[in-house]
């Protein structure tokens, strides 16, 4: 496992994929952005009921309604995405992280570094978004 003093580890190609070290690298990161994630959405959360106050303009109530409309929608956005941070922590326990759910092969550590959460290959998600622009099209 990775050890508390071995925070500038970063994996590398010159060791074995999904070893110990690259498993637990990942599940700290997954873990430390999903933490980051519940932490904005407590304090949006409490923004929002100190805000609930009554404006008698009805400009300001319209731009404070837009604004809280808004922030719900990201807070949306970030609850699926804790789901697909706790999919991919479930892939690191089971051992199927890294892999391209697609073809089975690595999808690279670059990659998983700029999106931990990822489930397909550069390759297989550019095939992909392809497919999705020609039927999008149709």
Not at 108 to 126: C, F, H, V
Request: glycine share 4%.
């Amino acid at each position: 496992m990775l050890s508390i003093s071995d925070e500038t580890y970063v994996p590398s190609e010159s060791e074995p994929f999904m070893g110990d070290r690259q498993r637990e690298y990942f599940r700290k990161k997954l873990l430390s952005w999903r933490e980051d994630i519940l932490r904005e959405s407590r304090e949006t959360l409490q923004q929002l009921q100190s805000e609930n106050q009554n404006h008698p303009d009805l400009a300001d109530r319209a731009s404070s309604e837009t604004d809280r409309a808004i922030e719900l929608r990201a807070r949306d956005r970030q609850r699926k995405l804790i789901a697909k941070i706790d999919a991919a922590l479930k892939r690191i326990e089971d051992g199927t992280y890294g892999y391209c759910e697609e073809t089975g092969e690595p999808i690279g550590l670059k990659r998983l570094d700029a999106r931990p959460i990822a489930t397909l290959s550069l390759e297989a998600q550019e095939r992909h978004e392809r497919r999705e622009r020609v039927y999008r099209d149709d």
